[in-house]
C-alpha cells in the first residue's frame, strides 16, 4: 500500500510519522510561526528526507463516504 503519513499540527511545534506495514518509519519535529507553513514544510521535509515521491490518488467523498480524507501514495 505505501506509506501512511500523520501530521499533527500543534501551537509551535508540528509533529509528522509515517506508519509502512504497521511499523512506525522516520518520526519528525518542525518548528514554524504559523500553522499553514508548519504543515508543508513538515510535509516537504518528511519526503525529501526519506526519498519519497507522493503520488496523488483520486479519491472523492461519496454519499457512502462523506467525510473521506485525500490520501497519498507513496
Known amino acids: 500500500m505505501g506509506v501512511v503519513i ?12 509515517g506508519v509502512e506495514n504497521k511499523s ?11 500553522p499553514v507553513t508548519s504543515l508543508f514544510g513538515a510535509f516537504g521535509k518528511y519526503i525529501y528526507d526519506n526519498g519519497r515521491q507522493p503520488r496523488p490518488m483520486n479519491f472523492w467523498p461519496t454519499a457512502s463516504e462523506p ?5 497519498w501514495k507513496t
Open 67 to 71: 467525510n473521506m480524507p485525500l490520501r
Open 24 to 34: 512506525i518509519q522516520s518520526p519528525m519535529f518542525v518548528k514554524a510561526t504559523d
Open 6 to 17: 500523520g501530521i499533527d499540527v500543534g501551537g509551535s511545534t508540528t509533529k509528522i510519522v
